[in-house]
Structure formats: C-alpha cells, structure tokens
C-alpha cells in the first residue's frame, strides 16, 4: 500500500531504514579497513589508546576519531583543593575503583571531581573544537568488533 504526502514520506523511511543501515555498515567497513592499512604500513598518521588519541586531539593533530560508540571510559577533570591545580583523567570503571587518581599523592588530600562524563558523550559534543571528525563504530560488523 502506498501514500502520498507525509503518510508517504514515513512510509519510505521506514522501508528504506534496512537499506540505509546496510549503506553504514559498508561505510563502517572501510573506514576500518583504512585504519588497519595505515597501521600496516607504518605511515606514523595513526593514533590509538585513548590517553593518545586524547593528546593528539589536544594539540589538533587529528583529521577524523574512529569512536567505539561504547567505549568504557568516564572523562574526569579532578582539582586539587589546595594548589587549584588540575588534570584530565580518563578512566575505565577499574581505575576509578582506584584511590590514587583522586588523592594527592603527596599530602593524602582528596582531590575534587570537578567534570565528570563519558568519553563518547563528551567527545561528540566538542570534537569540532579540535577540528576533527567523529566516526562511530559499532562492534556490529566484523572490522569493528
């Protein structure tokens, strides 16, 4: 059955939504497949590991971030109460069962969480500001799982 209108033009969403992910899916494929012939051939214009990624991105030095849309890690900004001194942290639920990125090594003071969010959101939101590209990958196809 087909309509006309906006009826119709919901309609072709829906039907083509299959198509479309498909079209993703092959998109997600090669931007991986690129990501490991980099990494093969030595050219040094790859970067990986969070806490790498994160100072390249820093110092703008990365075209496009090939986010895993699930990645573990919490961004946490911590300030120490006393100097006002602070650091960028980002952690996996492991180490932030860990004391020691929210004391003070020296004087044993609690430091101060002063932003806490997930990596992913955190990333989306001020990629643009590093003059990078985001490209999430899902564990959804083969290379990106």
């Known amino acids: 059955m087909s309509y006309g209108g906006e009826n119709g033009l919901s309609q072709a969403i829906t039907q083509s939504a299959d198509a479309l992910a498909n079209v993703r899916f092959v998109e997600e494929k090669r931007l991986v ?15 990986f590991g969070v806490n790498d990624t994160m100072k390249a991105l820093e110092m703008s030095a990365v075209e496009k971030v090939l986010l895993y849309d699930e ?34 090594q020296e004087s044993g003071i609690d430091l101060e969480v002063v932003e806490s969010e997930p990596l992913s959101d955190w990333l989306c939101v001020h990629y ?3 003059g990078a590209k985001i490209e999430l990958i899902t564990d959804k196809t083969q290379e990106g799982f």
């Open 71 to 104: 990645i573990p890690h919490t961004r946490y900004v911590i300030k120490n109460p006393v100097s006002g001194d602070t650091k960028t942290w980002y952690l996996t639920e492991a180490q932030e069962a860990d004391p020691k990125y929210f004391k003070d």
């Open 33 to 47: 497949a690129k990501f490991f012939q980099e990494i093969s051939l030595d050219t040094g214009m790859i970067v």
């Open 128 to 130: 643009g500001s590093f």
